[in-house]
């Protein structure tokens, strides 16, 4: 038998020593969390998306007669699964008040007099939620030999397609606040080397959000005609929601480095996206994704974008202080990150270790590698 030569085995162990150079054990990690955040993205939307099934969705009842109203509030809520929480109001004025309000997402307004009731619905709040209050009463009132007229008192704009611009809109902030906070890192290290730095990278992602948030409400607006609503109220929005994503990306990068990067992503795209009522306004979303939603920045500003839009800006400060929580968190963990940071750089100069470039004692002196 031919015994290997020297050479074999000296090209054998090059080539082992070329894959562990290439594919260190960092990387080998990185392509795994990789791996893990895609799986988890897939569950996420997947889950989110399957089988909508409408749960409690506020309801009001109007007729002349409140005993009538009371009634048939009861009937409603006690339908199988539970998809409506009725509840009875005054008159017609006062349910299309709440409407308005967004303190319930349609009304039936009863006609005792007759055998056709108007089932009142507003699809600037989620066309798809519409449709559903539509099969839901609609089956109801058959059931009692009796019809709807729907009658919906926000209807979406001519050029916003089943009420999913404001949700793309957001998105497109989301993805801008995220990217421009990856990019401050990839320049110039993950980690801000000491406080200077970290207010640099905040203030240059402000410019870019004030920015972002103009030219985003520009395009959807005015030049593409999709989503109607005052342009200063949608700037501010824009604003607050690509700054809040970026704030909190530099925040994770400060705590993680580049792994920061993909918890942003975890939290904004992974588990924020699919909860953020979007295709499926909340009532129609599974119980995890209906609870995270309105508290994540996707969902606040989804929500918002729609009150500015179709309801003249009613119930958008509960997610504009939703966004302006994560703004703040972000900000002053970035701020704590980079003084945590240079407090142990410079207690490492002082012991006469060598600093990187983004102020992190290099890990050769430390004796991490």
Request: charged share 15%.
């Amino acid at each position: 038998m031919n015994q290997p030569t020297t050479a074999d085995s000296g090209q054998s162990g090059g080539f082992l020593a070329e894959i562990k150079d290439a594919v260190t054990t960092r990387a080998a990690l990185l392509v795994l969390g990789v791996l893990a955040l895609q799986l988890a993205f897939i569950t996420s939307y997947v889950g989110a998306f399957h089988h909508p099934k409408p749960s409690e969705i506020p309801f009001a009842v109007a007729a002349p007669a409140e005993p009538v109203a009371e009634r048939s509030a009861q009937q409603l809520s006690q339908l199988p699964g539970k998809p409506l929480d009725a509840r009875a109001v005054k008159d017609e004025a006062t349910a299309l008040r709440q409407i308005h309000n967004r303190d319930v997402d349609g009304a039936l307004v009863i006609d005792p007099a007759g055998k056709t009731d108007r089932l009142l619905v507003a699809s600037g709040g989620g066309a798809s939620l519409s449709q559903a209050l539509d099969e839901i009463v609609g089956l109801a009132e058959k059931a009692q030999g009796r019809s709807v007229l729907v009658v919906d008192v926000a209807p979406t704009d001519a050029g916003d397609a089943r009420g999913l611009s404001s949700f793309y809109l957001v998105v497109g902030w989301c993805v801008g606040g995220y990217l421009c906070a990856a990019i401050l890192a990839i320049s110039a290290g993950a980690r801000p080397a000491n406080i200077h730095r970290a207010v640099i990278r905040l203030g240059a992602l402000f410019v870019y959000a004030v920015a972002a948030g103009l030219l985003g409400t520009v395009i959807a607006g005015p030049v593409l005609g999709a989503l109607p609503g005052s342009i200063m109220a949608l700037w501010g929005l824009g604003t607050l929601v690509v700054f809040a994503v970026g704030a909190i990306t530099l925040a994770f990068q400060g705590l993680a480095g580049v792994v920061g990067i993909g918890l942003a992503i975890l939290l904004v795209v992974v588990f924020g996206n699919p909860s953020a009522g979007g295709a499926y306004p909340y009532p129609l979303l599974p119980p995890f994704w209906k609870a995270i939603g309105p508290a994540l920045p996707p969902g606040a500003g989804t929500y918002a974008a729609r009150s500015i839009a179709y309801f003249k800006g009613n119930d958008a400060a509960g997610p504009m202080l939703v966004l302006a929580g994560w703004a703040v968190l972000g900000s002053a963990v970035t701020m704590a990150c980079a003084v945590f940071r240079r407090g142990k750089a410079g207690a490492a100069v002082g012991s006469g270790l060598p600093e990187s470039p983004d102020g992190d004692v290099l890990p050769e002196e430390e004796g991490v590698r």
